[in-house]
């Protein structure tokens, strides 16, 4: 059976929507993420400036759910690949 489950727009308010318990981990099904990310340098980068900002709250938790959701392959960037990304006007969720 496939997985209907949650699709995102924005990793950091994703994770931090996650984070903040408003959505359940286990409901997302992909997190279509607007960065550029080619490898661990440069998500190690992006990882610390949503620490500060985004995750704030509790940023060793944020970097966690990250790392699960990066690890279990939920986590696309269309730009990498050349390819547009859906914004987020309708919100961080779809």
């Not at 060793?60 to 690890?71: A, P, S, T, V």
Request: aromatic share 10%; with cysteine; net charge positive.
């Amino acid at each position: 059976m496939e997985n209907s489950g949650l699709v995102g727009f924005s990793l950091s308010r994703c994770v931090k929507d996650i984070l903040n318990g408003t959505k359940k981990e286990s409901d997302v099904k992909v997190i279509i993420a607007r960065t550029k990310a080619a490898n661990k340098m440069e998500w190690a980068k992006i990882v610390e400036k949503y620490r500060r900002s985004y995750w704030q709250s509790n940023p060793n938790e944020g970097e966690r759910i990250f790392y699960r959701l990066l690890n279990a392959g939920k986590i696309k960037q269309p730009r990498l690949e050349g390819k547009s990304y859906q914004t987020i006007k309708h919100g961080n969720w779809g």
